[in-house]
């Protein structure tokens, strides 16, 4: 559309020029949503927004080398900032190949607005060239979507978008353009006909009573344990802050899920590490053992929870959640708090008042007992490769080589997510960003991309394994592009570590195509994509190649070959209970039985 | 291994929504992603302007499935408001059935008897045939159509259940 009028400077938001096609219009609604940054892939039915886009200097464009790169990046970029990650992608392939990065900030409740183009309304269900049925793939790894038909719905459209990404449980939401409504000029601009007050009005702030009642049980608890969740992170790091000082007040022991890390610093002593299938011993004993659990912004999944049935039998629940849905969804509680975390946090520190907390010395001396275990001691050498480094002591000596620049830490998915969970600390929210509820592998390099945009000045680390990383190995060129100073530090184990150790866990080590084999030269590969590659083979040479790593000022790759055999522990086998943790030392006799090996 | 369920119970919701494409495959996939039981489902628009539709849904399932169910529903965006009818209160069931008989003689005769005491109307008939229409609860419906069985019975439409709670007040 040459010569459109909106390559001016900014109209505001009442003074948007009549003339404006549908592509000028989202582009001018993104600029006032603030958006910094859209991440995406060119193609046929999305060209008017991408000339729309062409010397606009007000929006970044990132070009990802493969849509689901660009989920992943925006997922990255919002997780590290708290704001909404954008993307934008074409019709067919590019919005499937986004489904994935999608699906993910649906299980994980990080605010995404996808605008993926779609066939001109005419040629919608044909089978027209790259038509796909968008808005029904992704309508249930959604909060919303939209087929936006006229261009006269568009700006509302894209503002009430952002609007659901971004409040109550955030979440992904897909708008569909198709290639016409991008181009065509609406002679008006409608508000949402259906934006009643009956619709989307998420409920923040709980009731009076509850709150009262909440303090009640948390202050004659004997037995009290916080157990927090992503959503102390999704509500801003002021429910951070509050989450302290509500622990500080009441003294009650912290654990966390994995996607809640960093909401509580891992070196304060009431800390009890992760909880849950490879969480510590202390956190899943004490989950067991507590009289009053409060459940904050988590949402009692299956990896935290173990077997329902013993899942902490003698406890009052009280669960907060924005979410209605995730109250009584696997756990019934005994009072579920519907509301924003970091708003109930403020109530329940107003309501307690000036009360004093209990003394809890018998508890904490419980769980001194539990911390005693040592779960996280793992063996200095490995049986198989004794003169390899332990992956578990790489972990530890990136972390020790690296805390004080409080870096932001990404991973892939397996055993390398779950030992930079156990062994990284972390101190504040938004520094540790993983897949959780999908479990994408192929999630690390772009959201550790996404997030150095959002961060230029921060150290950035992908924590990968071989396998994952090849998932998503051609981000490594964005990175180059846009002179991203990513690092990735590759815990190399030449196994699909999980799947290996699930394996001889419950099939006796019939190791079935988890080796990985025809491994590329990790060093090369970074050097054709014109990143520094560094390989560690020896212990000796750990802490050497890891400030190699921190004193390059650009993109590397670490490849750090490590012990084969070293297992993720502790862990609560499928089917088991909090109770019933294997460690280091305990002897698996390799095989379950049918109920177990149904369980994922 | 084996697969248990636990024991169901019947309920009726009253959902209203924004009336926007794709709101009922979202509602009807909500079911059958999560694996909840559709009984019956109708829906149709119910304000002047067509903003607004009102969905019956008739489910079954344990009491916290019926919870999760209502649950899910109102975290979808065009979904106003749901009302469990089973729970909020005593209220009205209603459903509409077309019911085709054939036959002659006395089980033509016995046919339009019985639908008489049913106060089902014929609303097609033939030397050889009946239509009738039947309006009531699922039950009383079930009954009828359980009769005509002996009778005749070829073709059968129904609804599926519209409900409203008794007294002055709206859902």
């Given at each position: 559309m040459p010569g459109q009028p909106d390559k001016a400077p900014a109209p505001t938001s009442s003074d948007t020029s009549p003339a404006m096609s549908g592509a000028a219009i989202l582009v001018h609604e993104l600029v006032e949503q603030g958006v910094e940054f859209v991440f995406g892939y060119p193609g046929g039915a999305v060209l008017p927004i991408y000339d729309e886009l062409f010397g606009d200097e007000r929006i970044r464009h990132i070009l990802v080398r493969h849509?689901?790169?660009?989920?992943?990046?925006?997922?990255?970029?919002?997780?590290?900032?708290?704001?909404?990650?954008v993307v934008l992608v074409t019709s067919g392939p590019g919005a499937t190949n986004a489904v994935t990065g999608i699906a993910d900030a649906w299980m994980d409740s990080i605010p995404l607005v996808v605008i993926t183009g779609q066939v001109p309304t005419a040629l919608i269900g044909t089978d027209a060239f790259q038509e796909a049925d968008t808005v029904g793939i992704t309508r249930h790894c959604t909060k919303h979507n939209y087929l936006v038909k006229d261009p006269a719905d568009l700006a509302a459209t894209v503002k009430e978008a952002f609007r659901i990404a971004t409040t109550g449980r955030p979440g992904p939401v897909v708008i569909d353009i198709p290639k016409n409504v991008q181009i065509a000029v609406p002679s008006e601009r409608r508000a949402l006909t259906r934006a009643g007050s009956h619709r989307y009005a998420p409920q923040t702030v709980a009731p009076a009573e509850q709150i009262i009642e909440a303090v009640e049980l948390i202050a004659n608890a004997q037995r009290p344990i916080f157990y927090t969740g992503g959503g102390v992170i999704n509500s801003g790091p002021e429910a951070s802050r509050l989450l302290r000082q509500l622990q500080d007040i009441t003294g009650a022991p912290v654990t966390s899920t994995l996607m809640g890390l960093g909401a509580f610093p891992s070196a304060h002593p009431d800390w009890l590490g992760m909880l849950g299938m490879h969480g510590t011993y202390e956190a899943n004993m004490a989950m067991n053992k507590c009289d009053v659990m409060v459940c904050i912004g988590a949402r009692f999944d299956d990896r935290v929870t173990g077997r329902l049935d013993a899942f902490s039998p003698g406890s009052k629940k009280i669960h907060i959640d924005i979410d209605r849905s995730s109250i009584n969804k696997t756990v019934p509680v005994d009072m579920g708090i519907v509301g924003d975390c970091g708003t109930v946090l403020a109530q329940l520190i107003e309501?307690?008042?000036?009360?004093?907390?209990?003394?809890?010395?018998?508890?904490?001396?419980?769980?001194?007992?539990?911390?005693?275990?040592?779960?996280?001691?793992?063996?200095?050498?490995?049986?198989?490769?004794?003169?390899?480094?332990?992956?578990?002591?790489?972990?530890?000596?990136?972390h020790a080589l690296t805390h004080q620049r409080n870096p932001i830490?990404?991973?892939?998915?397996?055993?390398?997510?779950?030992?930079?969970?156990?062994?990284?600390?972390f101190e504040d929210p938004n520094k540790w960003l993983t897949s959780g509820g999908l479990g994408t592998m192929g999630y690390g390099l772009p959201a550790a991309i996404g997030a150095q945009l959002g961060f230029p000045d921060a150290l950035v680390i992908d924590i990968a394994g071989e396998a994952s990383i090849q998932m998503n190995i051609q981000e490594l060129g964005t990175a180059s592009q846009y002179r991203l100073p990513v690092k990735i530090f590759i815990l190399n184990n030449e196994y699909m570590g999980m799947v290996r150790q699930w394996q001889e866990l419950t099939y006796e080590s019939r190791y079935s195509n988890s080796y990985s084999d025809s491994l590329p030269d990790f060093v090369?590969?970074?050097?054709?994509?014109?990143?520094?590659?560094?390989?560690?083979?020896?212990?000796?040479?750990?802490?050497?190649?890891?400030?190699?790593?921190?004193?390059?000022?650009?993109?590397?790759?670490?490849?750090?070959?490590?012990?084969?055999?070293?297992?993720?522990?502790?862990?609560?086998?499928?089917g088991a209970a909090h109770t019933e943790m294997l460690l280091y030392g305990d002897k698996v006799d390799g095989t379950m039985d049918d109920e177990a090996k149904a369980l994922v | 291994m084996?697969?248990?369920?636990?024991?169901?119970?019947?309920?009726?919701?009253?959902?209203?929504?924004?009336?926007?494409?794709?709101?009922?495959?979202?509602?009807?996939?909500?079911?059958?992603?999560?694996?909840?039981?559709?009984?019956?489902?109708?829906?149709?628009?119910?304000?002047?302007?067509?903003?607004v539709s009102r969905i019956t849904i008739v489910t079954n399932g344990p009491p916290s499935v019926i919870d999760q169910i209502e649950a899910q529903l109102e975290r979808l965006v065009p979904v106003h408001k749901v009302t469990d009818l089973t729970t909020a209160g005593p209220h009205v069931e209603r459903e509409l059935a077309l019911i085709k008989v054939t036959?002659?003689?006395?089980?033509?005769?016995?046919?339009?008897?019985?639908?008489?005491?049913?106060?089902?109307?014929?609303?097609?008939?033939?030397?050889?045939?009946?239509?009738?229409?039947?309006?009531?609860?699922?039950?009383?419906?079930d009954s009828f159509?359980?009769?005509?069985?002996?009778?005749?019975?070829?073709?059968?439409?129904?609804?599926?259940?519209?409900?409203?709670?008794?007294g002055p007040q709206g859902a």
């Open positions: 849509e689901a790169g660009a989920a992943h990046a925006a997922e990255g970029y919002a997780r590290a900032t708290g704001k909404p990650g309501a307690w008042g000036s009360r004093q907390a209990k003394n809890l010395g018998e508890w904490k001396a419980r769980i001194a007992g539990w911390r005693a275990r040592e779960c996280l001691a793992y063996p200095e050498r490995s049986a198989k490769n004794p003169g390899m480094i332990m992956p578990q002591k790489a972990v530890e000596r990136l830490i990404t991973t892939e998915v397996g055993q390398h997510q779950m030992w930079a969970a156990q062994y990284f600390g090369k590969l970074a050097e054709a994509y014109g990143w520094k590659g560094i390989r560690i083979t020896e212990e000796r040479d750990l802490d050497d190649g890891i400030m190699r790593m921190l004193d390059h000022n650009g993109p590397v790759i670490v490849d750090c070959l490590v012990a084969q055999d070293a297992n993720c522990l502790p862990m609560i086998p499928s | 084996k697969i248990t369920e636990a024991a169901s119970e019947r309920h009726v919701l009253a959902v209203t929504v924004d009336n926007e494409p794709g709101i009922l495959a979202k509602i009807t996939g909500l079911f059958t992603a999560r694996g909840y039981n559709i009984d019956s489902l109708t829906v149709a628009d119910i304000t002047e302007d067509h903003a036959g002659t003689g006395e089980k033509r005769v016995e046919a339009l008897r019985l639908a008489d005491i049913f106060r089902a109307r014929p609303v097609d008939t033939t030397t050889e045939s009946f239509i009738f229409e039947i309006t009531g609860p699922p039950d009383k419906v159509i359980a009769l005509m069985r002996e009778l005749g019975l070829v073709e059968v439409g129904r609804t599926g259940v519209v409900g409203m709670l008794r």
